[in-house]
């Protein structure tokens, strides 16, 4: 939260604390869109909030308040097929799940945000199909609605995905009886949901849509998907979540993307699936819950994605090719796992008395034995350590090289120990309680409170675990040197190096930065950093770091201050701060935020413009780069200038230019769309100029530039939107008083 979204959450109440609409962030990689990256969830209808309240106050009520939201959804979901008891264990096992608990205590609030209305829809969807009113299908609009704004963009595509599955399972036997009427209807209901839903959120959708295809998201390579897919060891995961160490406490084998596929929602629910998939083969369920069984299994199964070899061919298709990041369908998993936990709970009350005799000590033996095993297991955790880290250390070495990542040994037996003693007493209490209820020794009711009990002492104590694992601690005080960097924004930014710890201050404390994180930047200015420290920069990489001060591009880019964790020994650098984070003075006179060029070079390739600009004798200020149809120099007349920035804010820009010749004015801020450039209120055209900065040209005189920030994608949007919104309220309306016409009198 502290270096992902309380920054970006502050740039916005700065922009409404200014009056202005928080469409652009000029603190972060020479300015980026704010509005358009989805994850901020600025039109989500929670944001008041931010706005209302301290923002870390803001922050735990609305991601506290969205699980609550959560787990009532679920379990009003649950209602629908089974009683209160196991409704309530199927919520509790969604809401105290990895799926969820790992998001909240790593603050990821899209996230939070999105799955919330994940059971909500499911439940509109179902009671259209139990009472055929469309007034239903206008709720699953909003539902679908409230997940576009929230920001996962992903998690909704993936959860449309699970409805388009829960049709075909309730519209292929209608089909094949030809009941055409009904097909036809509840097909065209669902795609009026899914384009209301659409129309309502395109003020968030469009710009959001323009700044992805101006990314590398647009156009994930395989081996992103690769990296995204859930290893083979996410099934032990689900079982002994904390087996291969705990990415809480650092100590995870398997990397970074463990943390994403923390799906433990208990080891009941699991055994609870797989009990009922083996005694109802063949069975008919009624109410249709067998829907979420199937959609359980199928998204188990794809979200091994790219170690999956079936998935390659998934996704050559259109619509699958969006399925790139299949780890994350996890979180949909738990989802249905914790709806076949109620309907399975409700189910074994009732069927377990049935059961023979010999089914029943069966039963009771080979949980005595899966229990003696996982004892054993906790006695070579605790006593054989020695013979253990034999085995793990080349797995460790091979992983992540020498050095202390062979410190996760001190703690990695230590989490495997307690979850594999908490999951043997899961065991010996589940075995105890389904045998109990063979005998028929104990009701129905006392059967499922005790399970209910039993799921959440184990998924709550993993929650809780996960909770208290949380070491690290963000002050959000400005540091001394804050201020004095803020007051410079406006004409030079920073560039952070060697500074992991900075990422994102730049924007909780109105330092420009030309660096940070963001889960979109335009591909353009990727190519412009990997210039300015000499090699490319990965595209999937969210933290492009720049480990060098030596690009002269770094004077078209403002860059005077330079931020490092480390001591920088350069008689050029000058200290200006040196206690924890380093400053130093680059001593760069000619940086600027907006200077003259009075030649401009064009360049019909980017890549052509991209090896000029690497060249050892580049001069930026020489001439201004552009691109063009035909790679030539056009030669100005030379002149001496002065540019005064008289008025800067989040999204304009204002200048005052004397110039005594014709030439072009740079401005080293992004180059996005949506950004209009007035010279004396006249429109003149920005170009793209050194792969992502901006210039536009200028005559000689006096003038006044202003730079606005005006994207017809947002205005387009809330336009859109506001069609949208008077739609979903007259077929809300209209189907209310249809229906309430079509009711009998009595």
Not at 374 to 399: G, H, M, W, Y
Not at 632 to 645: H, K, L, N, Q, S
Not at 666 to 692: C, N
Not at 708 to 731: C, D, F, K, Q
Request: glycine content about 8%; aromatic content about 12%.
């Amino acid at each position: 939260t502290a270096n992902e979204f309380y920054p970006f959450k502050t740039a916005a109440l700065e922009a409404y604390q200014n009056g202005e609409a928080p469409l652009w962030n000029p603190y972060l990689m020479s300015g980026a869109p704010l509005l358009a990256d989805p994850q901020n969830s600025l039109l989500y209808p929670a944001q008041p909030v931010f706005y209302w309240l301290p923002l870390h106050v803001a922050f735990a009520v609305v991601q506290y308040g969205h699980m609550l939201l959560l787990a009532f959804g679920t379990y009003r979901l649950l209602r629908l097929y089974v009683s209160p008891l196991p409704a309530v264990a199927g919520a509790l096992a969604f809401a105290l799940s990895g799926a969820v608990f790992f998001r909240l205590r790593d603050g990821i609030l899209p996230t939070v945000l999105t799955l919330t209305w994940v059971p909500w829809l499911f439940y509109c969807v179902e009671k259209y199909w139990r009472e055929r009113r469309p007034l239903w299908l206008v709720g699953g609009a909003l539902c679908v609605a409230l997940q576009l704004l929230g920001g996962f963009l992903t998690l909704t595509f993936y959860t449309l995905l699970g409805v388009a599955l829960y049709a075909l399972y309730r519209l292929v036997p209608l089909a094949l009886k030809q009941r055409w009427g009904v097909v036809l209807r509840s097909s065209m209901w669902l795609a009026v949901m899914v384009g209301l839903a659409v129309l309502v959120t395109a003020a968030q959708l469009l710009p959001t849509l323009e700044f992805i295809g101006l990314s590398s998201r647009s156009r994930p390579p395989y081996e992103f998907v690769r990296q995204a897919s859930m290893p083979f060891t996410g099934v032990a995961t689900t079982l002994l979540p904390d087996i291969f160490g705990s990415a809480a406490t650092n100590t995870a084998i398997f990397g970074a993307y463990w943390g994403e596929f923390n799906i433990y929602a208990g080891a009941l629910p699991i055994f609870l699936l797989l009990l009922y998939l083996l005694v109802m083969r063949g069975r008919k369920v009624s109410d249709g819950s067998g829907v979420y069984v199937l959609l359980t299994i199928v998204f188990f199964v794809l979200s091994f994605g790219a170690n999956n070899p079936l998935y390659r061919v998934l996704y050559a298709l259109p619509v699958f090719n969006q399925l790139a990041d299949p780890g994350r369908m996890t979180m949909l998993y738990v989802f249905f796992l914790a709806v076949v936990t109620g309907v399975s709970l409700q189910y074994f009350a009732d069927w377990l008395p049935s059961v023979r005799p010999r089914v029943a000590r069966l039963f009771a033996w080979l949980t005595g034995g899966v229990a003696l095993a996982l004892a054993a297991a906790v006695l070579v955790l605790l006593f054989a350590r020695d013979v253990l880290s034999r085995v793990a250390e080349p797995l460790i070495l091979s992983r992540y090289g020498e050095g202390d990542k062979l410190e996760k040994l001190d703690t990695l037996y230590d989490t495997q120990a307690v979850t594999v003693f908490v999951l043997m007493l899961v065991v010996i209490a589940g075995g105890w309680l389904i045998y109990r209820r063979m005998r028929d020794r104990i009701n129905a009711q006392t059967f499922l409170a005790l399970a209910l009990a039993i799921i959440v002492l184990d998924a709550g104590n993993y929650a809780l675990r996960m909770m208290l694992s949380i070491r690290e601690t963000s002050t959000i005080a400005a540091p001394e040197y804050a201020a004095s960097l803020a007051a410079q924004s406006a004409t030079h930014r920073v560039l952070p190096l060697n500074a992991q710890g900075f990422v994102n201050d730049g924007s909780r404390f109105r330092i420009a930065a030309i660096t940070g994180y963001n889960p979109l930047i335009p591909s353009a200015y990727m190519d412009l950093l990997g210039v300015v420290r000499g090699e490319p920069v990965d595209p999937a990489d969210r933290v492009p770091m720049v480990m060098t001060y030596q690009s002269p591009m770094l004077d078209a880019m403002a860059v005077n201050t330079i931020i490092s964790d480390v001591a920088l020994d350069d008689p050029a650098l000058t200290l200006l701060y040196g206690e924890g984070p380093y400053l130093y003075d680059a001593n760069r006179p000619q940086a600027a935020r907006a200077f003259m060029t009075y030649d401009a070079a064009y360049f019909d390739h980017r890549e052509a413009l991209a090896a000029h600009m690497a060249e050892a004798d580049f001069d930026p200020f020489a001439a201004v780069l552009l691109e063009g149809a035909e790679t030539r120099t056009v030669p100005g007349e030379a002149g001496d200038y002065t540019v005064e920035i008289t008025d800067a804010g989040m999204h304009h820009l204002t200048l005052e230019l004397t110039t005594d010749a014709a030439g072009w004015l740079v401005v080293g801020d992004t180059h996005f769309p949506g950004w209009q450039a007035y010279v004396d209120d006249a429109t003149v055209p920005i170009e793209r100029a050194y792969l992502a900065l901006r210039a536009l040209p200028v005559e000689a005189g006096e003038h006044v530039v202003e730079l606005r920030y005006e994207p017809a994608s947002v205005r387009n949007g809330l336009l859109l939107s506001g069609v949208g919104l008077l739609m979903m309220l007259a077929l809300a309306g209209g189907l209310l008083v249809w229906q309430r016409r079509e009711r009998p009198t009595v």
